[in-house]
T-cell receptor, first 115, second 111 residues
Framework: DGGITQSPKYLFRKEGQNVTLSCEQNLNHDAMYWYRQDPGQGLRLIYYSQIVNDFQKGDIAEGYSVSREKKESFPLTVTSAQKNPTAFYLC??????????????FGAGSRLTVL | GQQLNQSPQSMFIQEGEDVSMNCTSSSIFNTWLWYKQDPGEGPVLLIALYKAGELTSNGRLTAQFGITRKDSFLNISASIPSDVGIYFCAGQLGNTDKLIFGTGTRLQVFP
């Protein structure tokens, strides 16, 4: 079955460490996204990529970095510069813009806790 | 960044009751999407709406794209325990590919 796989599901990090969250999709989608979810808030866009080797900052990109070397993969690095990294991180993908919206398919999420 | 106004924030209902939630904005949207998120999981698409005035059903769920293109609602009829979760609306702004998400409605269903 096609889908999006995020790993790890749970991750603990000490302050000052960088961590990388994996996101892989086999849906043949061109666009991929990273969102951050905090309690009581909607999903906030961190970074997105519409094609390989290209990506754009979202609304809260500071302290994060991404790469898009392959169509299937869009890893997110949470750097030590991110002041409040404890959150639930969601990866999503979609087909290019056409009739209707970019309907997002989400992964199961990764919960990062900074100790 | 922008967010949609979604209400209510939370609902506590008894099994069998109907539920209604809505999203509003001052901006015009081309598309409205409704997602459900189970605890500790990613959101799953419930209904997609593409035209103003469109009314679409998916089982016990019904959603409408407001005529003004600035709002949308989701109704759940005859709620059951597995309806528990967080429901998000998302709208695509008219001149962008970007999706804007609502703050979510947390639904609890008691037997």
């Amino acid at each position: 079955d096609g889908g999006i796989t995020q790993s790890p599901k749970y991750l603990f990090r000490k302050e000052g460490q960088n961590v990388t969250l994996s996101c892989e999709q086999n849906l043949n989608h061109d666009a991929m996204y990273w969102y951050r979810q905090d309690p009581g808030q909607g999903l906030r866009l961190i970074y997105y990529s519409q094609i390989v080797n290209d990506f754009q900052k979202g609304d809260i990109a500071e302290g994060y970095s991404v790469s898009r070397e392959k169509k299937e993969s869009f890893p997110l690095t949470v750097t030590s510069a991110q002041k409040n990294p404890t959150a639930f991180y969601l990866c999503a993908s979609s087909t290019p813009r056409g009739a209707g919206a970019n309907v997002l398919t989400f992964g199961a999420g990764s919960r990062l806790t900074v100790l | 960044g922008q967010q949609l106004n979604q209400s209510p924030q939370s609902m506590f209902i008894q099994e069998g009751e109907d539920v209604s939630m809505n999203c509003t904005s001052s901006s015009i949207f081309n598309t409205w999407l409704w997602y459900k998120q189970d605890p500790g999981e990613g959101p799953v698409l419930l209904i997609a709406l593409y035209k103003a005035g469109e009314l679409t059903s998916n089982g016990r769920l019904t959603a409408q794209f407001g005529i003004t293109r600035k709002d949308s609602f989701l109704n759940i009829s005859a709620s059951i325990p597995s309806d528990v979760g967080i429901y998000f609306c998302a709208g695509q702004l008219g001149n962008t590919d970007k999706l804007i998400f609502g703050t979510g409605t947390r639904l609890q269903v008691f037997p």
